[in-house]
């Protein structure tokens, strides 16, 4: 298909960012936001982007958006995110922190704790903390990801499962309305289950972002977490389904 070199320039913007808003275009490109929209929504109906309020993402039905790329998005709002879910966890507790850019949110709050116990199987996460001689960490054994340092596979399964933590800090990739919480690496979503079934209080950390998206492998539901911290929740089946199984919504932006 034909692309002008605009719309080309805009898909390359999503690809390496893993997604981009209407003011940001129209002022890279000298244009009005109204340009941008028709832009994005022509390539919205090729499928060569997916529409969100104010802009527009890389589709990533099957693969996940480049791991850098995924740093970028809603960074603000992850932030926030991690900042609540460390208000949550006490000094002297043990946790399993998983991978994701957001659960690395929560990692950076916690810096300032003492007498943590972080069982994890992201070496980022790993790196970060170790340095901090109030914080123990425990790193998993098995493959790791080239990707995004994450480590998998059935050594992970087996070495979590040694453990039963005070809380976990999960995230998810996509969440679909029926609540259930999606991923792309059934090796990835193998550890996750395991952690789910070996914590006493499950956090999952997910920015609004993720109601817009999908993935192919189910980790499991909304309904299996004590506590669900995103920056908004806009999705009235989410809410409801938080409501219905006792799951506590913690939304940072409201």
Known sequence: MFLSPRHNEIIQMAKDQGRVLVDDLAQHFSVTPQTIRKDLNDLCEQRLLTRIHGGALFPSGIENVEYEARRKIAADEKDAIGRAAARLIPDHASLFINIGTTTEAVSNAL???????VITNNINVANRMRVYPSIEVVIAGGVVRGSD?????????????????????IGASAIDPDGALLDFDFREVKVAQAIIANARHVILVADATKFERTAPVRIGHLSQVNTFITDRCDVTAIRDICTD???DLVETSR
């Open 111 to 117: 810096l300032d704790h003492d007498g943590l116990m």
């Open 245 to 247: 199984a006792n799951v």
């Open 149 to 169: 340092g994450g480590v998998v596979g059935e050594a992970a399964v087996d070495f979590i499962k040694q453990f039963k933590v005070d809380y976990a800090v």
